[in-house]
């Protein structure tokens, strides 16, 4: 499965911590990433990500751009709802583009564990059928 990694400046290090924890099960798929949150959570977890631009210089439209053409199977994107206002455009440019596909999307720690533990059972098996 292809993942895509977003992750908004103040949530960079819960990403991080995520990616540590979730480690043997990220390892088993491709990931992609925003070019900052790609190279952190590389740092941290030696992972091979593939860093796409950092997210304000085009990377989350580089991922939009993936998941329009059916590359991406699952979504975390860790945002602060606390700067919403000024990443709005690109938080609902991913959520249309996840939605238009049938992109399993997380935006939050909570629901990120849901779909990690859910790939890692094999729920999202499904994705290789609908591609």
Request: glycine share 6%; with cysteine.
């Amino acid at each position: 499965m292809k993942i895509g990694l977003v992750a908004h400046d103040a949530k960079k290090t819960l990403m991080q911590n995520f990616c540590i924890a979730y480690r043997s099960i990220l390892a088993k798929h491709d990931i992609y990433a925003t070019g900052t949150t790609g190279r952190l959570v590389e740092s941290v977890t030696n992972l091979k990500i593939h860093k796409l631009l950092a997210g304000h210089l085009g990377g989350v439209q580089q991922l939009r751009t993936q998941i329009e053409q059916n590359e991406i199977d699952m979504v975390i994107f860790l945002r602060d709802p606390q700067t919403v206002a000024d990443n709005e455009k690109n938080i609902n440019q991913i959520v249309h583009v996840c939605d238009m596909h049938n992109i399993p999307m997380a935006t939050n720690i909570a629901t990120a564990e849901l779909l990690i533990k859910a790939l890692d059972r094999g729920d999202l098996e499904w994705r290789e059928i609908y591609r």
